[in-house]
């Protein structure tokens, strides 16, 4: 079982910088790949970016290529999403997530980021 919360949004101007953190619980966080996921109003939750167990390999959506960045502190069980230059089209819930092939599909309740124009 793994449990996560995420912190961190809140409002920015256009332009500006976030950092959200996804604090987890469990033994075998560092057996995880972890998300960033974002679901806008209307719209279906879509992956912003992943990153493998020991950090060494990530993905991005291509919305958030050269402005997003994750990283993970498996020490602090800890998950980091760097938001740079962020854009109104940003404004959306993010959500954390922990993945396992061995099984296991955990969220975090979500934090708010909005970005005003």
């Known amino acids: 079982q793994v449990q996560l919360v995420e912190s961190g949004g809140g409002v920015v101007q256009a332009g500006g910088s976030l950092r959200l953190s996804c604090a987890a619980s469990?033994?075998?966080?560092?057996?995880?790949?972890m998300g960033w996921f974002r679901q806008a109003p209307g719209k279906e939750r879509d992956i912003v970016a992943r990153?493998?167990?020991?950090?060494?390999?990530?993905y991005y959506a291509d919305s958030v290529k050269g402005r997003f960045t994750i990283s993970r502190d498996n020490a602090k069980i800890t998950v980091y999403l760097q938001m740079n230059s962020l854009k109104p089209e940003d404004t959306a819930v993010y959500y954390c997530?922990?993945?396992?092939?061995?099984?296991?599909?955990?969220w975090g309740q979500g934090t708010q980021v909005t970005v005003s124009s």
């Open positions: 990153i493998n167990w020991n950090g060494g390999n990530t």
């Open positions: 997530n922990a993945y396992s092939t061995l099984g296991g599909n955990y």
């Open positions: 469990g033994r075998t966080f560092s057996t995880y790949s």
